[in-house]
């Protein structure tokens, strides 16, 4: 929570830049802009995540790039309260299930135990990301995307939702959370505990490291700079993994729905992530699967960095409350 109240903005651009020009061919986006009708639903708006930022603060306020808010709390909440709180679960049960010490670092199983707790957060959090990217994607000024949907709020979104499309909407897009979450939570943890573990563990008088400017970070496990140093990896590394399968779910989740002759919701575009990913690439080609990177890294990392960092200060700050220390203290050393 205290990650997303940051990065916000840059989601609702990631967002919106995903959404731009969707499914248009650069012959119908060119064809577009000479009949000047840019403003036209589908049609690209933004010529890059910071043209986006400005324009949705100039014409939506402070209330524009930070809508969606409310309902990226709880998906955070529900989503990284499951990544960090299964993990370690997870992953001692994975090495005991394969013979191994619970505590051994094992790749396979922290690829395994990172992966599996991601697909649980984002199972429970699926309806709140699915409000959250509405929400974002909505604009007074023009229609992003191919459909628009306008709610008051998040509880607004989530009884529109089901009195329109019952339970099974607010499941809509859930494959492709799987998918997304899946592959960032399967290097997201994993790539910061290796990332942070190498530093700490460094020998800086060996002659491979003897130019090495992170030998700066070495031996300090405590150090702040070895949490961000460790986070920036995680974070470029998850952006890295994960921008196509956020594109297919951002946008199968704003994709317009009809009920079909079985009375059941259903998206008009799109089946699953996979045929999402297979439409955008034959008609905006494979570059359209990466559309919002920019914002995407201006999100991930510094979100990521933000949630490693104050993870580890919340768990120091809260057992030095519990032993009875001054919270702000450094952590006790455990002598070996």
Partial sequence: MTAVTVTNP??????????????????????AARAGVAEAAGARLYKSSLDCFTKTLRTEGVRGVQRGLGAAYIYQVLLNGSRLGFYEPFRKAINKASGRKADEKWAAGAFAAGATS???????????????????????HHVIGKASHNYKGTW?????????????????????????????????????????????EMNVEAPENRYNPLKLLANRPDSFFTYLA????????????????????????NQPVRVDERGRSVGTLYRNPIHCLYL????????GWYKGTTAHLLRIAP????????????????TNLKSGRPIFDAPVEVKS
């Avoid at 955008?280 to 570059?287: C, S």
């Fill in 10 to 31: 840059m989601e609702v651009c990631k967002t919106r830049m995903q959404l731009q020009g969707e499914l248009m061919s650069s012959s119908a986006k060119a064809q």
């Fill in 118 to 140: 991601g697909c649980v957060g984002a199972i429970l959090g699926n309806p709140l990301f699915l409000i959250k990217a509405r929400l974002q994607a909505y604009s007074p």
């Fill in 156 to 200: 607004d979104g989530l009884r529109s939702i089901v009195k329109a499309e019952g339970l099974r909407g607010l499941t809509r897009g859930m494959d492709a959370a799987v998918l997304r979450t899946a592959m960032g939570s399967t290097v997201q943890l994993p790539a910061y505990n290796w990332f942070k573990t190498y530093l700490t």
């Fill in 230 to 253: 460790s986070s920036i990896f995680s974070g470029l590394c998850v952006c890295a993994v994960m921008q196509p399968a956020d594109t297919a779910l951002t946008r199968m989740y």
């Fill in 280 to 287: 955008t690439a034959k008609a905006e080609g494979v570059l």
């Fill in 303 to 318: 979100h990521t960095v933000l949630t490693l960092v104050m993870n580890e200060a919340y768990l120091r700050w809260y």
